[in-house]
């Protein structure tokens, strides 16, 4: 299983540094990625070609254990909900 987030660099903004920022780990399926990369787009029409990206990396047991434990809890708190 793959996963993707939306990154960016906020060099853009006149800042010397290269600070860049991260979103959240998704599963990379087609609506994500979909998503991401109209986000992307427009970041980079309205800061600079190459200031927003997207990261790809293998789903690691970890996240996968973290994501699971999330929907847990949220199957939890839906049991909970009158």
């Known amino acids: 299983m793959r996963e993707i987030r939306l990154r960016w ?20 399926t087609p609506e994500n990625r979909e998503t991401f990369e109209m986000v992307m787009e427009s970041g980079n029409s309205k800061f600079g070609p190459a200031t927003h990206w997207i990261d790809e990396r293998d789903a690691s047991v970890t996240s996968l ?18």
Request: net charge negative; proline share 5%.
């Open 65 to 82: 254990c973290v994501a699971g434990g999330q929907q847990a809890d949220k199957d939890e708190r839906e049991k909970k909900e009158p």
């Open 9 to 28: 660099s906020t060099t853009y903004s006149g800042r010397n540094d290269e600070l860049k920022e991260g979103g959240q780990w998704h599963p990379d």
